[in-house]
C-alpha cells in the first residue's frame, strides 16, 4: 500500500473493467465504496466523496480506505471514471 500513497494515481494509470459488466448501468454515489484496480500494484478500496461531470463525463473522487493496523499513514485521493471501477459496495442498501 506504500508504493500507492508516495505515488498518485491518475485515471490513465487505473485498469478499466471488462466491457459489458453488469455494473454498466449501476450509479455510484457518495459514500459508496468502490474497487479500483491500478496497471502496477494491488487493487484500491476506496470512498466516494464526490462527483462532477467534467467535459461531458462524470468524474468520482475518493479517500483510499487504509486497512485495519494501518493508522497514521498519509490519505490519498484518486480521481476515476465509472469504467475504472470493479466492484460497488453500496453506502445503502437497494430497495426491494
Given amino acids: 500500500m506504500s508504493q500507492l500513497i508516495n505515488h498518485p494515481i ?3 494509470e487505473l485498469l478499466p473493467r471488462q466491457t459489458h459488466s453488469n455494473l454498466d448501468h449501476m450509479q455510484i454515489h457518495v459514500g459508496d465504496i468502490v474497487h479500483l ?14 462527483n462532477a461531470p ?5 468524474t468520482y473522487t475518493t ?3 487504509c486497512p485495519r493496523g494501518r493508522t ?4 490519498m485521493r484518486i480521481r476515476f471514471r465509472h469504467e ?7 453506502l445503502r442498501q437497494h430497495a426491494a
Avoid: F, K, L, S
Wanted: proline share 14%; glycine share 12%.
Fill in 84 to 90: 475504472h471501477v470493479h466492484r460497488i459496495e453500496p
Fill in 54 to 58: 467534467i467535459n461531458g463525463t462524470v
Fill in 72 to 75: 497514521g499513514q498519509p490519505g
Fill in 37 to 50: 484496480r491500478p496497471a502496477n500494484g494491488p487493487e484500491i478500496r476506496a470512498t466516494v466523496i464526490y
Fill in 63 to 65: 479517500d483510499v480506505v
Fill in 10 to 12: 491518475t485515471p490513465a
